[in-house]
């Protein structure tokens, strides 16, 4: 695998993936990280203001330019608009790169999620050399498994996630995806 930055901007038709800045934090927060319907279904906890998001974007933003860190906004080509994010990192337990993603609830339905997804998967396979994935989904969310299906991910079997606050469990499916 080579050691290559989740910094490089990332383009597709109607998509571009970009690094995430503090800057950002107003649009993030607005347009998904402060919505408990998009926090239910993803590990991490809704934000209770506007600080909580600049402060995850500056962990972001330490990582640009960085060996295998791989963070993107997920950005609306013709309006500029920031509707999600997507990343990767390494999970230990599976001995793969784990990949996941939110966007917001506006912009569900509308297959910019699948759009990012196949993007980030192109650079992580063919740049920097990465074979094996997984990612996971809430049972409760299953477009997300439409998602990860559209990029060729393979349903394996059940689980069970944890928020990273650990205040939360819930049932997941796991889906891996191996390079040929």
């Not at 559209?150 to 689980?159: C, L, Q, S």
């Amino acid at each position: 695998m080579e050691d290559l930055p989740g910094s490089v901007i990332l383009e597709r038709k109607r998509i571009i993936l970009r690094p995430l800045y503090v800057r950002d934090a107003d649009e993030v927060f607005r347009n998904w990280a402060n919505d408990p319907e998009v926090a239910k279904y993803v590990r991490w906890s809704t934000h209770e203001n506007v600080d909580v998001t600049r402060e995850w974007l500056a962990t972001c933003e330490t990582g640009i330019g960085k060996q295998n860190s791989y963070d993107w906004g997920i950005v609306i080509r013709d309006t500029d608009a920031l509707i999600g994010s997507i990343g990767a990192s390494w999970n230990e337990e599976e001995d793969r790169v784990e990949v996941g993603y939110c966007i917001g609830r506006s912009y569900w339905g509308k297959g910019y999620t699948s759009e990012a997804l196949l993007c980030m998967m192109d650079y992580l396979v063919t740049k920097a050399g990465i074979k094996h994935f997984v990612s996971m989904h809430a049972v409760e969310n299953p477009a997300s498994g439409t998602v990860m299906r559209k990029a060729g991910f393979v349903y394996v079997g059940d689980g069970v996630a944890q928020s990273f606050d650990g205040k939360r469990t819930f049932p997941t499916k796991i889906y891996h995806w191996d390079a040929p």
